[in-house]
Structure formats: structure tokens, C-alpha cells
């Protein structure tokens, strides 16, 4: 199976080199790697060079944007960028994020799983984040949620989805659409993937609102997206947040912000969203 991976890369000179190190001693090694230098006012792009010359199959491209660290928009835009340069070869379709280390096995055992089943549309293992010189999961969500620092979609999940949505919540959206379409997810446990930086630690204070803004343009509704606010906020140990995220949401409510989904799609997920809630509670 043939594997394409997408990097975004905005300030990442200090990461991006261990990242593709983890890459090229993979057992079975991706087919095409392309690095977006979203930006970078360091030497992110000299450090993917020296990668380039050594290997054939990764590639640098350069992008202009903002030179502010937004999640969302301004991710998957770099994205797309890297993903217009791909033919269209590839069997599995990754976004990863530039500041990951990846167990040696991680490539050859995500093709294991896909080759087992034929609905599986996405795969992947978990984020472990190092406190008090010990690495840990990084648990901002629970196990069963693909992170969207190591996204791995098959081909026909990721077209069938409509690929990727350029908006915060992009990484929700993708598996409950997902699940919309009978595909299946999976989290592998065995897969311990080093984030060297820690999720949100350099996003600026303009994304404050973002969360509750993709809460409303999902078709959560206000009460599903109070509880989501609530439960992050809560995680992060900070009420500030979820009072940052509920004034996102009324934000977007009151400007009528155009959704990202239909309203079939919006019914099936805040089904889908109270059935698990109420699954964990009784």
C-alpha cells in the first residue's frame, strides 16, 4: 500500500529534523513526503533540505500565510498545499503534524490494520507528551479519538468525506462524517508517538474563540457544545476557556457563520454525540 504523508510546518526548527528522522528509519517507508514550510521565520526549510538531498521521496514546498500559530484554517490550508503537489498513487492519505517521533513499526503496523479491514477509514496511535521526565499520554480527548497531530485516512474514506474541512474541528468532523458514511475508526494502543510539543502551547490568544465558533458552524447545537466546552476546559483546568469557547459559539450564532455540514449530517452526529453521552452515564 502506498503511503503519502503531508506535514505542515510553521516554526519547526527545532522539531522537524526528529520528526523526519522517525520517518526514514520506518520498516516500511512512505512512498512520498512532502514538508509545507507554512511561513517559517527559522530555519525549518534549511533543515528539510538537507532531508531532500539525501532522499528522493520527501519534498520541501513552500508557503505563504500568516505568521500567527491558528489551529484549523490556516493548517489545513498548508495541507492542501502539500496535497495539491501528489499524484493520485497513494492507498493511504496522511496529515501529520512536524513536531512527532514515530515507533519504527508505526507505518508497516497501520497497513496491517487497513489490509484486515476493509472499512476501516482511518488508523492511527496515540500522542504521549513527557511530564516529570516520563512520557504520557496526552489525554485532551479520549482513546478512542484520532488526534489531529496523526491523521491516516484510506483513500476512498478521505474522498468519501470530502476530505478535509478548512476550519477548527476538522478532526472531529472527519470521523463523525465518517461514521456517516459506514466507515470505521481505530486507535492502536501498541503505537506511542512522542509529541515533542504539547497541543495548544503555541497557539495565540486570536484562536480563543475558534473552539466555539467550529462547535456552531458542526450543527452541535448549544447545549452539546456547552457540554463539549465544559469537559476541554475542564481537562485544561481552565474556566477561562470555556467561557472563551460558549462566547465563540454565540459569536458565530449571532453572525450566522455558514455550517460546514448539511442538515442530515448534523441530525446524525448530535444523535450520535447524545448516544455516547448518555451510554457513559447510565
Known amino acids: 500500500m502506498n503511503i503519502y504523508i503531508v506535514i505542515p510546518a510553521h516554526n519547526e526548527a527545532d522539531a522537524i529534523g526528529k520528526t523526519l528522522d522517525s520517518l526514514v528509519k520506518q520498516t516500511h517507508l512512505p512512498k512520498k513526503v512532502i514538508v509545507v514550510n507554512d511561513n517559517s521565520t527559522d530555519n525549518t526549510a ?23 500559530h491558528i489551529p484549523g484554517a490556516k493548517i489545513i490550508n498548508a495541507f492542501y498545499k502539500g496535497y495539491e503537489q501528489l499524484d493520485e498513487a497513494y492507498d493511504i492519505i496522511c496529515k501529520y503534524d512536524a513536531d512527532l517521533v514515530f515507533p519504527n513499526n508505526y507505518l508497516q503496523t497501520l497497513i496491517k490494520h487497513y489490509k484486515a479491514d476493509d472499512r476501516l477509514g482511518l488508523v492511527a496511535g496515540h500522542c504521549y507528551i513527557e511530564k516529570n521526565g516520563e512520557w504520557v499520554r496526552e489525554s485532551l480527548t479520549g482513546k478512542d479519538h ?14 468519501e468525506i470530502g476530505k478535509l474541512k478548512r476550519s ?5 468532523i472527519d470521523e463523525l462524517l465518517a461514521i456517516y458514511y459506514n466507515w470505521s475508526f481505530k486507535t492502536d494502543d501498541s503505537l506511542k508517538v ?24 458542526l450543527r452541535f447545537g448549544f447545549l452539546l457544545s456547552f457540554i463539549s ?13 470555556f467561557k472563551d469557547y460558549i462566547t465563540g459559539y454565540l459569536i458565530a450564532w449571532l453572525k450566522k457563520e455558514p455550517f460546514l455540514i448539511d442538515k442530515d449530517q448534523g441530525k446524525f452526529i448530535r444523535k450520535f454525540r447524545w448516544k455516547n453521552i448518555l451510554k457513559k452515564i447510565f
Open 46 to 68: 534549511e533543515i528539510v533540505s538537507q532531508y531532500t538531498n539525501k532522499h528522493s521521496w520527501i519534498e520541501l514546498v513552500n508557503n505563504t500565510s500568516s505568521n500567527k
Open 146 to 159: 484520532i488526534r489531529g497531530a496523526l491523521k491516516a485516512y484510506r483513500k476512498a474514506c478521505f474522498l
Open 168 to 172: 477548527m474541528g476538522w478532526d472531529t
Open 194 to 217: 512522542k509529541h515533542l510539543k504539547p497541543t495548544g502551547k503555541n497557539y495565540v490568544k486570536d484562536s480563543k474563540h475558534l473552539h466555539g465558533k467550529s462547535l456552531y458552524i
Open 229 to 241: 466546552s465544559a469537559k476541554l476546559a475542564y481537562k485544561k483546568r481552565s474556566f477561562r476557556l
